[in-house]
């Protein structure tokens, strides 16, 4: 694989029926108010090197998830697809590109990259 086609960072997406009430769990849990929320529709804490996101009305995928930052969605994509893995169409979000991948147990993987 190309180097400059690699991942430049993951991390763990929790589905929530509802965002307020999760962010306001999440904040007490962690002690730190989310970095990030866009209305009913996404949050996300960054601690150090790493983050946590919540998805509320803004799903790529029903179930929990990996969302991993690459360079370019559309190659991630081909690459998934080569590997005969179940593969989703980019999509146009408010914030960025992405699309939905699953692997042979079930998991879910979102390839984004910002727009």
């Not at 589905?15 to 769990?25: I, M, N, W």
């Amino acid at each position: 694989m190309d180097h400059d086609d690699a991942a430049l960072s993951l991390a763990p997406v929790v589905p929530c029926s509802d965002l307020g009430t999760a962010v306001a769990a999440w904040s007490a849990l962690l002690g730190t108010a989310p970095t990030f929320v866009d209305g009913g529709r996404w949050a996300q804490f960054d601690l150090g090197s790493g983050r946590l996101a919540l998805s509320g009305g803004d799903r790529a995928t029903a179930a929990p998830s990996v969302m991993v930052k690459v360079p370019d969605v559309p190659r991630a994509r081909e690459r998934a697809v080569a590997l005969g893995l179940d593969v989703g169409e980019v999509e146009e979000g408010p914030h960025e590109r992405r699309c939905a991948v699953r692997g042979p147990d079930g998991w879910d993987v979102v390839f984004y990259s910002p727009a």
